[in-house]
């Protein structure tokens, strides 16, 4: 696993990377940064990178980042989204599974539409 940092404007949240092709993709052009959108319990931020879905699925576990290739964007999940049936986690359309967030993922529900986001190498 490669570590990483997710820095908002107010916090520094660990996470690791998979060992996916994708969270590869991902590792090779860190740091990246963009401007958080929240859709439910999800932040997701546009990243220059393009690929196709590898392993993609829907039902997410809390705490994951995957890879939204419809929208060339890193996702984190942390709860229920406008899509989730009960309590589930469930992104707008299949993800690539790319990580996990270790630390502090209570922290995601403080970010705000358009606040800065960067993930970097830890």
Not at 64 to 89: A, D, H, K, M, R
Request: hydrophobic share 35%.
């Amino acid at each position: 696993m490669k570590k990483i940092i997710i820095k908002t404007e107010h916090h520094e949240i660990q996470a690791e990377l998979n060992e996916s092709k994708t969270a590869e993709l991902i590792w090779e052009k860190l740091p990246l940064e963009g401007k958080a959108n929240i859709w439910g319990n999800e932040i997701y931020f546009e990243v220059p990178i393009k690929t196709e879905l590898e392993n993609g699925r829907d039902i997410i576990n809390k705490g994951e980042i995957g890879y939204w290739p419809l929208g060339n964007s890193v996702c984190f999940f942390f709860g229920p989204t406008p899509v989730s049936q009960g309590e589930e986690i469930r992104a707008a359309s299949p993800v690539s599974i790319i990580g996990n967030i270790t630390e502090k993922l209570e922290v995601l529900k403080e970010v705000k539409n358009g606040e800065k986001i960067r993930l970097e190498k830890r």
